[in-house]
Protein backbone atom coordinates (compact mmCIF):
# COMPACT_ATOMS: atom_id res chain seq x y z
CA UNK A 1 0.00 0.00 0.00
CA UNK A 2 1.79 2.74 -1.09
CA UNK A 3 2.19 6.13 0.94
CA UNK A 4 3.20 9.38 1.37
CA UNK A 5 4.97 8.12 4.34
CA UNK A 6 7.69 6.20 2.11
CA UNK A 7 9.16 9.58 1.19
CA UNK A 8 9.12 10.93 3.71
CA UNK A 9 10.01 9.25 6.52
CA UNK A 10 13.22 7.89 4.82
CA UNK A 11 16.66 10.07 4.62
CA UNK A 12 14.84 14.01 4.55
CA UNK A 13 13.26 12.94 8.11
CA UNK A 14 15.99 11.16 9.94
CA UNK A 15 18.79 12.83 8.25
CA UNK A 16 17.34 16.22 9.28
CA UNK A 17 16.43 15.10 12.97
CA UNK A 18 19.25 12.56 13.24
CA UNK A 19 21.27 15.21 15.71
CA UNK A 20 18.05 16.27 17.77
CA UNK A 21 17.42 12.75 18.86
CA UNK A 22 20.72 12.29 21.32
CA UNK A 23 20.63 8.96 23.22
CA UNK A 24 19.75 10.89 26.46
CA UNK A 25 16.59 12.14 24.97
CA UNK A 26 15.49 8.51 23.69
CA UNK A 27 16.67 7.22 27.50
CA UNK A 28 14.22 9.88 28.61
CA UNK A 29 11.41 9.00 26.58
CA UNK A 30 11.74 5.25 27.11
CA UNK A 31 11.70 5.83 30.64
CA UNK A 32 7.75 7.89 30.44
CA UNK A 33 6.36 5.40 28.05
CA UNK A 34 7.59 1.98 30.68
CA UNK A 35 6.89 4.03 33.79
CA UNK A 36 3.02 5.30 32.27
CA UNK A 37 2.55 1.85 30.61
CA UNK A 38 3.91 0.03 33.79
CA UNK A 39 6.54 -2.60 31.83
CA UNK A 40 7.38 -5.38 33.98
CA UNK A 41 10.42 -7.50 33.15
CA UNK A 42 8.10 -10.70 31.72
CA UNK A 43 5.68 -8.21 29.61
CA UNK A 44 5.76 -8.46 25.33
CA UNK A 45 5.77 -5.05 24.30
CA UNK A 46 4.84 -3.29 20.94
CA UNK A 47 7.33 -0.53 19.81
CA UNK A 48 4.71 0.41 16.50
CA UNK A 49 6.45 2.55 14.19
CA UNK A 50 9.66 1.81 15.98
CA UNK A 51 11.97 3.88 13.26
CA UNK A 52 15.43 3.06 13.19
CA UNK A 53 15.06 1.47 17.41
CA UNK A 54 15.76 4.78 19.93
CA UNK A 55 13.08 3.49 22.26
CA UNK A 56 13.24 -0.60 21.44
CA UNK A 57 16.67 -1.06 22.56
CA UNK A 58 16.35 0.81 25.88
CA UNK A 59 13.35 -0.90 26.57
CA UNK A 60 14.07 -4.25 25.89
CA UNK A 61 16.53 -4.50 29.05
CA UNK A 62 13.47 -3.75 31.34
CA UNK A 63 10.99 -6.08 29.28
CA UNK A 64 10.59 -9.76 28.38
CA UNK A 65 9.95 -8.64 24.78
CA UNK A 66 10.29 -5.76 22.79
CA UNK A 67 9.07 -6.19 19.05
CA UNK A 68 10.27 -2.92 16.51
CA UNK A 69 7.83 -2.83 14.16
CA UNK A 70 8.03 -0.46 11.08
CA UNK A 71 7.57 -0.31 7.30
CA UNK A 72 10.63 1.00 6.29
CA UNK A 73 13.15 -1.72 5.46
CA UNK A 74 16.10 1.15 5.41
CA UNK A 75 15.09 2.55 9.25
CA UNK A 76 14.93 -1.49 10.47
CA UNK A 77 18.72 -2.41 8.87
CA UNK A 78 19.76 0.88 10.68
CA UNK A 79 17.97 -0.23 14.13
CA UNK A 80 19.14 -3.27 14.15
CA UNK A 81 22.71 -1.91 13.28
CA UNK A 82 22.32 0.36 16.25
CA UNK A 83 22.94 -2.61 18.85
CA UNK A 84 24.25 -0.58 21.92
CA UNK A 85 27.44 -1.84 22.85
CA UNK A 86 27.95 -3.30 26.88
CA UNK A 87 26.78 -1.41 29.44
CA UNK A 88 24.96 1.27 26.65
CA UNK A 89 21.19 2.24 26.83
CA UNK A 90 20.52 3.55 23.49
CA UNK A 91 21.45 3.49 20.09
CA UNK A 92 25.02 5.26 19.84
CA UNK A 93 24.75 5.91 23.55
CA UNK A 94 27.72 6.85 25.50
CA UNK A 95 26.72 5.65 29.69
CA UNK A 96 28.98 4.34 31.97
CA UNK A 97 26.53 1.76 33.31
CA UNK A 98 27.76 -1.74 33.53
CA UNK A 99 26.85 -5.21 32.06
CA UNK A 100 23.43 -6.73 33.35
CA UNK A 101 21.59 -3.74 34.35
CA UNK A 102 18.30 -4.83 33.04
CA UNK A 103 15.45 -5.81 34.56
CA UNK A 104 14.32 -7.95 31.88
CA UNK A 105 13.86 -11.83 31.64
CA UNK A 106 14.26 -11.31 28.23
CA UNK A 107 17.21 -11.53 25.67
CA UNK A 108 17.36 -7.64 25.56
CA UNK A 109 17.72 -7.83 21.94
CA UNK A 110 14.30 -6.66 19.98
CA UNK A 111 12.36 -8.26 17.72
CA UNK A 112 11.99 -6.49 14.50
CA UNK A 113 9.55 -6.80 12.06
CA UNK A 114 8.25 -5.43 8.82
CA UNK A 115 4.71 -4.42 8.46
CA UNK A 116 2.76 -1.86 8.08
CA UNK A 117 0.75 -0.31 11.08
CA UNK A 118 -2.68 -0.82 9.00
CA UNK A 119 -2.35 -4.82 8.75
CA UNK A 120 -0.69 -6.23 11.65
CA UNK A 121 0.62 -9.58 12.06
CA UNK A 122 0.26 -9.97 15.68
CA UNK A 123 -2.03 -12.42 17.07
CA UNK A 124 -5.36 -11.35 19.03
CA UNK A 125 -4.14 -11.07 23.04
CA UNK A 126 -0.19 -11.54 22.23
CA UNK A 127 0.58 -7.80 23.46
CA UNK A 128 0.75 -6.76 27.41
CA UNK A 129 1.57 -3.33 26.23
CA UNK A 130 1.88 -1.03 23.17
CA UNK A 131 2.98 2.30 22.47
CA UNK A 132 3.30 4.72 19.70
CA UNK A 133 5.54 7.85 20.01
CA UNK A 134 5.18 10.91 17.95
CA UNK A 135 2.29 10.83 15.73
CA UNK A 136 3.36 7.56 14.10
CA UNK A 137 0.07 5.70 14.14
CA UNK A 138 -2.05 8.37 12.73
CA UNK A 139 -0.85 9.48 9.66
CA UNK A 140 -4.07 8.45 7.36
CA UNK A 141 -7.34 9.81 7.29
CA UNK A 142 -9.94 9.07 10.47
CA UNK A 143 -11.53 6.17 9.42
CA UNK A 144 -8.38 4.23 9.05
CA UNK A 145 -6.64 5.92 12.46
CA UNK A 146 -9.88 4.69 14.06
CA UNK A 147 -9.26 0.96 12.26
CA UNK A 148 -5.41 0.78 13.18
CA UNK A 149 -6.32 1.69 17.29
CA UNK A 150 -8.99 -1.28 16.90
CA UNK A 151 -5.95 -3.63 15.38
CA UNK A 152 -3.73 -2.51 17.58
CA UNK A 153 -6.74 -3.60 20.85
CA UNK A 154 -7.08 -6.67 19.20
CA UNK A 155 -3.46 -7.91 19.91
CA UNK A 156 -3.24 -6.66 23.38
CA UNK A 157 -4.73 -9.23 26.15
CA UNK A 158 -7.24 -7.77 28.70
CA UNK A 159 -5.89 -5.40 30.65
CA UNK A 160 -3.12 -4.27 28.87
CA UNK A 161 -2.17 -0.69 28.25
CA UNK A 162 -1.51 1.72 25.08
CA UNK A 163 0.33 4.50 24.99
CA UNK A 164 0.17 7.07 22.00
CA UNK A 165 2.13 10.12 21.86
CA UNK A 166 1.48 13.40 19.23
CA UNK A 167 1.45 17.09 19.39
CA UNK A 168 -0.54 18.81 21.47
CA UNK A 169 -3.55 20.48 18.98
CA UNK A 170 -4.57 22.94 21.74
CA UNK A 171 -1.16 24.38 21.50
CA UNK A 172 -1.16 24.20 17.65
CA UNK A 173 -4.54 26.44 17.19
CA UNK A 174 -2.48 29.42 19.61
CA UNK A 175 -0.22 29.30 16.46
CA UNK A 176 -1.63 27.50 13.48
CA UNK A 177 1.22 28.55 11.19
CA UNK A 178 5.45 27.93 12.19
CA UNK A 179 8.60 28.35 10.32
CA UNK A 180 11.58 27.04 10.98
CA UNK A 181 15.24 26.61 9.20
CA UNK A 182 18.67 25.61 10.86
CA UNK A 183 22.14 24.12 9.51
CA UNK A 184 22.90 20.80 10.28
CA UNK A 185 25.88 19.52 11.94
CA UNK A 186 27.42 18.36 8.15
CA UNK A 187 26.55 21.62 6.70
CA UNK A 188 23.65 20.96 5.56
CA UNK A 189 20.17 23.30 5.95
CA UNK A 190 16.90 21.95 6.70
CA UNK A 191 13.51 24.01 6.17
CA UNK A 192 10.20 23.44 7.62
CA UNK A 193 6.96 25.40 7.06
CA UNK A 194 4.11 23.54 9.41
CA UNK A 195 0.22 24.61 8.93
CA UNK A 196 -2.31 23.29 11.36
CA UNK A 197 -5.56 23.30 10.69
CA UNK A 198 -7.75 23.51 14.07
CA UNK A 199 -10.74 22.27 12.05
CA UNK A 200 -9.86 18.88 11.21
CA UNK A 201 -6.73 18.57 13.30
CA UNK A 202 -4.37 17.95 10.44
CA UNK A 203 -0.67 19.54 10.67
CA UNK A 204 0.84 19.71 6.98
CA UNK A 205 4.37 19.87 6.85
CA UNK A 206 6.68 20.75 4.17
CA UNK A 207 10.37 19.91 4.69
CA UNK A 208 13.03 20.68 2.24
CA UNK A 209 16.32 19.03 2.95
CA UNK A 210 19.68 20.37 1.28
CA UNK A 211 23.31 18.56 1.61
CA UNK A 212 25.92 20.45 1.55
CA UNK A 213 27.23 18.33 -2.12
CA UNK A 214 23.36 20.61 -3.36
CA UNK A 215 21.83 17.72 -3.31
CA UNK A 216 18.00 18.41 -2.30
CA UNK A 217 15.58 16.30 -0.22
CA UNK A 218 11.64 17.31 -0.15
CA UNK A 219 8.65 16.01 0.80
CA UNK A 220 5.16 16.60 2.87
CA UNK A 221 3.82 14.89 5.79
CA UNK A 222 0.05 15.43 6.59
CA UNK A 223 -0.29 14.35 10.72
CA UNK A 224 -3.59 13.90 12.50
CA UNK A 225 -3.90 15.19 15.96
CA UNK A 226 -6.60 14.89 17.98
CA UNK A 227 -7.74 16.86 21.00
CA UNK A 228 -8.40 16.13 24.25
CA UNK A 229 -12.24 15.70 24.20
CA UNK A 230 -12.11 13.71 20.94
CA UNK A 231 -9.86 10.98 22.53
CA UNK A 232 -12.85 9.49 24.87
CA UNK A 233 -14.95 8.59 21.64
CA UNK A 234 -11.90 7.90 19.86
CA UNK A 235 -11.05 5.02 22.52
CA UNK A 236 -14.58 3.95 22.96
CA UNK A 237 -14.79 3.08 19.32
CA UNK A 238 -11.43 0.93 19.28
CA UNK A 239 -12.88 -0.94 22.15
CA UNK A 240 -10.37 0.78 24.69
CA UNK A 241 -11.01 2.56 27.72
CA UNK A 242 -9.22 6.43 28.58
CA UNK A 243 -7.01 6.10 31.36
CA UNK A 244 -6.14 9.39 31.30
CA UNK A 245 -4.43 12.23 29.05
CA UNK A 246 -1.01 13.89 30.31
CA UNK A 247 2.09 15.15 28.81
CA UNK A 248 6.31 14.42 28.67
CA UNK A 249 6.49 17.56 31.61
CA UNK A 250 3.77 15.98 33.71
CA UNK A 251 4.13 12.39 33.11
CA UNK A 252 6.11 12.31 36.27
CA UNK A 253 3.73 14.84 38.87
CA UNK A 254 1.37 12.88 41.08
CA UNK A 255 -1.25 13.67 40.09
CA UNK A 256 -0.69 14.19 36.84
CA UNK A 257 -3.10 17.54 35.21
CA UNK A 258 -4.83 17.42 31.89
CA UNK A 259 -2.51 19.04 29.32
CA UNK A 260 -4.07 22.35 28.60
CA UNK A 261 -2.79 24.62 25.66
CA UNK A 262 0.38 25.43 27.39
CA UNK A 263 1.81 21.49 27.56
CA UNK A 264 4.52 20.77 24.56
CA UNK A 265 2.23 17.53 23.77
CA UNK A 266 -0.09 15.17 24.72
CA UNK A 267 0.39 11.43 25.66
CA UNK A 268 -3.05 9.35 25.91
CA UNK A 269 -2.47 5.97 28.36
CA UNK A 270 -5.53 3.51 27.18
CA UNK A 271 -5.98 0.37 28.21
CA UNK A 272 -8.51 -2.58 26.83
CA UNK A 273 -10.91 -3.61 29.71
CA UNK A 274 -10.68 -7.06 31.39
Not at 53 to 63: E, F, I, S, V, Y
Not at 88 to 115: N, Q
Not at 120 to 145: I, V
Not at 160 to 188: I, Q, S, Y
Amino acid sequence: MPHWTDAYYGALYLDSVADLLTPRLSALEAEVIASLLGIGPADRVLDLACGHGRHAWPLARRAGRVIGLERSGAYLARAASNRPRAGETGPGATGHATRGTGTGTGTGIPLWVRADVRALPLRAGSLDAAFSWYASLFMFDDETNARCLADLARALRPGGRVLVHHANPLRLALEPRDAARRTLPDGGTVEEVSVFDPATGVDRCSRRLVRRSGAVLAGTAELRYYKPSEWGPLSERAGLHLVELTSTTDAGRIPRPAPGPEAPDLIALLEKPR
